[in-house]
Nanobody
Framework: QVQLEESGGGTVQAGASLRLSCVVSSRRFSSYTLAWFRRAPGKAREFVAGLRGGGSSLRYGNSVRGRFTISRDNAQNTVYLQMNSLKPEDTAVYYC?????????????????WGKGTLVTVSS
């Protein structure tokens, strides 16, 4: 059973930075496509950032491009989301996800495994 556990959420002021971490319990971690999604109160789930197995391809959602950075440490089975210049509209529960094989899209429905989420609150 593959498990994902996020950490690093919290409450910060606008303009601050946070780094989210997600540990994935799988020996195949290095081959997984990894992604972060978020769900803000009253809104649909949104793709934030994705990183294919091998780290050869990155993708960011339009609302976070230039402010957020996704990265992975295969030795630690961990994926990170560095969030800079945070805005109140970034307030959401952030979810880590993993896909055994990249399907060609970043749709949430294509991800195989999910964490329980970590809350990020950005005050103005």
């Amino acid at each position: 059973q593959v498990q994902l556990e996020e950490s690093g959420g919290g409450t910060v002021q606008a303009g601050a930075s946070l780094r989210l971490s997600c540990v994935v319990s799988s020996r195949r971690f290095s081959s997984y496509t990894l992604a972060w999604f978020r769900r803000a109160p009253g809104k649909a789930r949104e793709f934030v950032a994705g990183l294919r197995g091998g780290g050869s391809s990155l993708r960011y959602g339009n609302s976070v491009r230039g402010r957020f950075t996704i990265s992975r440490d295969n030795a630690q089975n961990t994926v990170y989301l560095q969030m800079n210049s945070l805005k109140p509209e970034d307030t959401a529960v952030y979810y880590c996800s993993a896909d055994r094989e990249y399907s060609g899209s970043w749709d949430a429905e294509d991800m195989d495994y999910w964490g329980k989420g970590t809350l990020v609150t950005v005050s103005s």
